[in-house]
């Protein structure tokens, strides 16, 4: 069954420094990757997804990820670190070949940003 | 705003009962998604209605059902309600089928429903 794994539930970053967070996933075909962050109290919105054209997916707000095949993973990158970046960000994949259309999540990062 | 209501958003009961959660979808979305947020198991897909019908089901449990109305509201029904089941319950809505592959998934706020 695909699924997909963030290392490090919590994340503290300094304001300014390079955020890092990591997703794998596990399939023997290049699914479809995504990323979505959740601010408190709000709902998930879609950050960023690879859908198979650039590997290097840019998203809102200077957040970007790489799919890697060879590694099975799509980490989410923003060079420099804002107050207002502090949220929960999950990883999201579904298969290509999935006859359901549902989304298998990970279990969420939450970003700290200290000032 | 997503443009996805969900009500009520908090929501207070005992084991045993039971509750209705409801959720509009973005207008013009044919499919509206269930999800379950909670601590230990993180955001677990419950099942998937496309203009009416059921698409597609994920881990929910038989004391929930879910229907879609013409109207292309969506209700969760909980029956029975244990402990386990105080989490938060997203609704999200996609113009069609496709929704899942290509990302647009548009969530509500999420019911906080919690089971004392």
């Known amino acids: 069954a695909q699924s997909v794994t963030q290392l490090g539930s919590h994340v503290s970053v300094s304001e300014g420094a390079l955020v890092l967070l990591r997703c794998n996933y596990s399939?023997?075909?290049?699914?479809?990757l995504f990323w979505y962050v959740q601010y408190p109290n709000q709902g998930l919105q879609l950050l960023l997804k690879?859908?198979?054209?650039?590997?290097l997916v840019k998203g809102i707000n200077g957040f970007e990820a790489e799919f890697k095949k060879s590694e099975t993973s799509f980490h989410l990158t923003k060079p420099s670190a804002h107050m207002s970046d502090a949220a929960e960000y999950f990883c999201?994949?579904?298969?290509?070949?999935?006859?359901?259309?549902?989304?298998?999540f990970g279990g969420g990062t939450r970003l700290m940003v200290k000032p | 705003d997503s443009g996805v209501t969900q009500t009520p958003k908090h929501l207070i009961t005992a084991t045993g009962q039971r509750v209705t959660l409801r959720c509009s979808p973005r207008?013009?979305?044919?499919?509206v998604y269930w999800y379950q947020q909670s601590l230990d198991q993180g955001l677990q897909f419950l099942i998937q209605?496309?203009?009416?019908?059921?698409?597609a089901k994920g881990n929910i449990l038989e004391r929930f059902s879910a229907q879609q109305f013409p109207d292309l509201h969506s209700e969760l029904n909980l029956s029975s309600l244990e402990l386990g089941d105080s989490a938060l319950y997203f609704c999200?809505?996609?113009?069609?089928?496709?929704?899942?592959?290509?990302?647009?998934?548009?969530f509500g706020e999420g019911s906080r429903l919690t089971v004392l």
């Open positions: 999200a809505s996609s113009p069609g089928l496709a929704g899942a592959i290509t990302g647009e998934l548009f």
């Open positions: 690879y859908t198979s054209a650039a590997t």
């Open positions: 209605y496309y203009n009416g019908e059921e698409r």
């Open positions: 399939s023997s075909v290049p699914p479809y």
């Open positions: 207008s013009g979305d044919l499919s």
């Open positions: 999201a994949v579904r298969l290509r070949n999935n006859a359901g259309n549902m989304l298998t």
